[in-house]
């Protein structure tokens, strides 16, 4: 392989991410900078109306990141000590962490081979202390929503959706985010939709909840100014407001990039070896937008240092460990056998728009080698 040695993909290239659109970013940054601009202003203003039409919902607010906008959520649906949540174990701390910080406790659940919550697994675990179920809409694809919505129905609970990886994916032509009382999203700056540090979303439809979260991300203040409950400093700073606005300028180019590179992997992996791709682009109920393309091998530490070798950078998402694998947050051992099972196996390519057709060319050349060469 000639160009063992020289050829170096990174997972994420941050730089050439700015260097994209460096005039259009430097523009918005001096034009917030001289207006003096910086909170709660016309920027914030107009990116939320984007993203109210974008997803169809009702209300939307720019938050500080997509932790704080699941624990505003949660405050803002009564979730509070004593509660029960149910979320997926296959996810980042996060989730569980916002469950925790407003008093409620995480119950753990198993996935399915795609990855995202068992509805199953949900069922069994509810309890009398039970008041809502987390999805988590992973690598840019949403949960198979119908059995949820069913057992949140059956059982009177509330569903909030941690949408920080699915902007712009959808189930049956909804967006992730918004099939239940609360939704939220990240706009860490890897994601589909990214500022240059932490922030995010929180969505609602209902009335009530929205009238709570304009005053939860405000130290209590109404609309009026009026401080009419106890509240947080949880607001989107106008200047990432102002480079998201950018960014969503280019978000349905970099959807349309994200599944091109896809279904390159897509073709030039099937049928190779052990491994197990993501579920194709062919699903009707489905429309993923390939936040992550996070496969399955046997032979998957193999296989990593095989492509760091040769420079393809990868990733194992968390560390390699599911939340109730994080023992000194107090989880005990738990039967999620299906879990349990993808985190030796699962593996990222890396999956971003500053990838060229020749750079998925090569990683897949390298995946085929090493099947090929043991």
Same mark, same amino acid.
């Given at each position: 392989?000639?160009? $063992?040695?020289?050829?170096?993909?990174?997972?994420?290239?941050?730089?050439?991410?700015?260097?994209?659109?460096?005039?259009?970013?430097?523009?918005?940054?001096?034009?917030?900078?001289?207006?003096?601009?910086?909170?709660?202003?016309?920027?914030?203003?107009?990116? %939320?109306?984007?993203?109210?039409?974008?997803?169809? &919902?009702?209300?939307?607010?720019?938050?500080?990141?997509? @932790?704080?906008?699941?624990?505003?959520?949660?405050?803002?649906?009564?979730?509070?000590?004593?509660?029960? &949540?149910?979320?997926?174990? +296959?996810?980042?701390?996060?989730?569980?962490?916002?469950?925790?910080?407003? !008093?409620?406790?995480?119950?753990?659940?198993?996935?399915?081979?795609?990855?995202?919550?068992?509805?199953?697994?949900?069922?069994?675990?509810?309890?009398?202390?039970?008041?809502?179920?987390?999805?988590?809409?992973?690598?840019?694809?949403?949960?198979?929503?119908?059995?949820? $919505?069913?057992?949140?129905?059956?059982?009177?609970?509330?569903?909030?959706?941690?949408?920080?990886?699915?902007?712009?994916?959808?189930?049956?032509?909804?967006?992730?985010?918004?099939?239940?009382?609360?939704?939220?999203?990240? =706009?860490?700056?890897?994601?589909?939709?990214?500022? =240059?540090?932490?922030? !995010?979303?929180?969505?609602?439809?209902?009335?009530?909840?929205?009238?709570?979260?304009?005053?939860?991300?405000?130290?209590?203040?109404?609309?009026?100014?009026?401080?009419?409950?106890?509240?947080? #400093?949880?607001?989107?700073? #106008?200047?990432?407001?102002?480079?998201?606005? /950018?960014? =969503?300028k280019h978000l349905g180019a970099a959807i349309a990039r994200r599944r091109e590179i896809a279904k390159m992997y897509q073709t030039e992996l099937s049928g190779i070896g052990d491994l197990t791709l993501p579920p194709a682009m062919n699903d009707d109920t489905h429309f993923d937008v390939f936040q992550n393309y %996070?496969? %399955?091998?046997?032979?998957?530490?193999?296989?990593?240092?095989?492509?760091?070798?040769?420079? /393809?950078?990868?990733?194992?998402?968390?560390?390699?460990?599911?939340? +109730?694998?994080?023992?000194?947050? !107090?989880? %005990?051992?738990?039967?999620?056998?299906?879990?349990?099972?993808? *985190?030796?196996?699962?593996?990222?390519?890396?999956? #971003?728009?500053?990838? @060229?057709?020749?750079?998925?060319?090569?990683?897949?050349?390298? /995946?085929?080698? *090493?099947?090929?060469?043991?």
């Open positions: 392989m000639s160009d $063992l040695v020289t050829r170096k993909i990174p997972f994420f290239n941050y730089a050439a991410l700015f260097k994209s659109h460096e005039v259009e970013f430097l523009e918005a940054i001096g034009d917030v900078c001289r207006r003096g601009a910086y909170i709660l202003q016309d920027d914030l203003k107009r990116f %939320e109306a984007a993203m109210r039409e974008f997803l169809k &919902v009702k209300y939307a607010f720019g938050v500080a990141d997509g @932790t704080n906008a699941l624990i505003l959520g949660l405050r803002a649906m009564g979730i509070q000590p004593g509660d029960e &949540v149910i979320v997926p174990s +296959h996810t980042y701390v996060a989730s569980a962490a916002a469950i925790h910080f407003v !008093g409620a406790t995480p119950v753990l659940a198993d996935c399915l081979p795609d990855h995202l919550v068992d509805p199953a697994s949900i069922k069994a675990l509810i309890t009398p202390r039970t008041r809502a179920v987390m999805p988590v809409h992973l690598n840019g694809r949403t949960c198979t929503m119908d059995p949820l $919505l069913a057992l949140a129905k059956q059982f009177d609970l509330q569903i909030i959706e941690d949408a920080a990886q699915a902007l712009g994916s959808k189930y049956r032509g909804q967006s992730a985010g918004t099939f239940g009382a609360v939704g939220t999203i990240s =706009f860490y700056p890897a994601k589909i939709l990214g500022c =240059f540090g932490d922030g !995010g979303l929180v969505m609602t439809n209902d009335d009530a909840i929205g009238q709570k979260l304009t005053m939860l991300r405000d130290h209590g203040r109404t609309s009026e100014g009026e401080v009419g409950c106890w509240g947080t #400093n949880c607001r989107l700073d #106008n200047l990432q407001a102002a480079i998201l606005l /950018v960014n =969503f %996070e496969m %399955e091998s046997g032979r998957r530490d193999e296989l990593r240092s095989y492509l760091l070798e040769r420079g /393809v950078s990868t990733l194992i998402q968390w560390g390699g460990k599911a939340v +109730h694998q994080l023992t000194a947050l !107090g989880f %005990e051992s738990s039967n999620l056998p299906r879990t349990e099972l993808l *985190f030796q196996r699962c593996l990222m390519l890396p999956m #971003n728009v500053t990838l @060229t057709d020749d750079d998925v060319s090569y990683i897949c050349r390298c /995946v085929r080698d *090493f099947y090929a060469e043991r």
